[in-house]
């Protein structure tokens, strides 16, 4: 194995290493922010004030999560509960996400039904609307059904999004219909099809959706924002904004430094997990980020 890697390195050209430095220089450059955030959520009191400011800590400690714990527990709402609603909102969300996407994509691609071209059509009219175009509709159409602080506001306006269907319609345009003929052939139905042939099929598609669901959710600061008004249904992110922002922004820079850490890591995580599905389901179907 060395001795392959040795002949890999010789037969490299002078203008490949310079791509691979390149590559490096730039990755190490776009993970600056993530280290910094680690590196101040540590951070001592008398190190977040220093001039020059230091990069990297210099004594870390776990004294601003101890903080930040401590202060959302105190609070008349416990910081448990913050986690629940996130948790529970984004979990429903993912599911929902996934259900819909999957099943509208397998109507558009593999069931013959009348208009699906011009639903299809309508779909990729959606993705030209930003989210925010949108938003005094679906404040409407959420107040008027009653759902104002309600998990329901936070889920239900997520689980239908156009670049979701797209996403895994593009991908379910890779599977032969032969192999769907087959199994109507042996006697099996749709939904028996759809379950055992097409979602074990499209596992990057679905996982990549996953990942983008779960970081377009967890990270949500806007919709409880505007849905939620009772401090007991607010989500994690609008939880720690409202304590950073009543604290003091001096008095509590760590803490909030340990908040953003604290909130960002689950989604990282999740990401170097699903990452190798993540960039197959772009190059099977077609999308360029």
Do not use: H
């Amino acid at each position: 194995m060395e001795y392959n890697f040795r002949r890999r390195i010789r037969n490299l050209s002078a203008g490949w290493i310079t791509v691979y430095i390149l590559m490096i220089l730039l990755v190490c450059f776009t993970s600056l922010p993530l280290i910094y955030m680690v590196s101040t959520a540590f951070k001592p009191f008398n190190e977040l004030f220093l001039y020059p400011p230091k990069f990297f800590v210099q004594n870390p400690t776990s004294k601003n999560i101890r903080d930040l714990f401590s202060s959302m527990d105190s609070s008349v709402v416990p910081f448990s509960r913050y986690l629940f609603n996130s948790l529970f909102s984004t979990v429903s969300t993912i599911l929902g996400t996934v259900f819909v996407a999957s099943t509208g994509a397998y109507a558009l691609t593999k069931l013959n039904i009348k208009g699906k071209n011009l639903i299809f059509t309508l779909i990729i009219a959606a993705l030209m609307f930003s989210p925010q175009v949108t938003q005094i509709p679906n404040y409407m159409v959420v107040n008027s059904l009653g759902m104002i602080n309600q998990f329901s506001s936070l889920i239900i306006p997520k689980i239908a999004t156009a670049y979701s269907i797209f996403l895994m319609k593009q991908y379910m345009e890779q599977i032969p219909d032969t192999i769907l003929e087959a199994s109507r052939i042996d006697g099996a139905g749709e939904w028996r099809i759809f379950g055992s042939i097409i979602m074990p099929m499209v596992k990057p598609a679905w996982a990549t959706l996953v990942v983008l669901t779960t970081v377009a959710t967890w990270n949500d600061y806007f919709t409880p924002l505007i849905f939620i008004q009772r401090q007991s249904m607010k989500t994690l992110p609008l939880a720690l904004q409202s304590l950073a922002g009543t604290a003091g922004s001096f008095t509590r820079s760590g803490v909030t430094a340990a908040a953003i850490f604290l909130t960002t890591l689950p989604v990282i995580m999740l990401y170097l997990s699903m990452q190798s599905r993540v960039i197959k389901t772009m190059a099977f179907s077609g999308i360029k980020s």
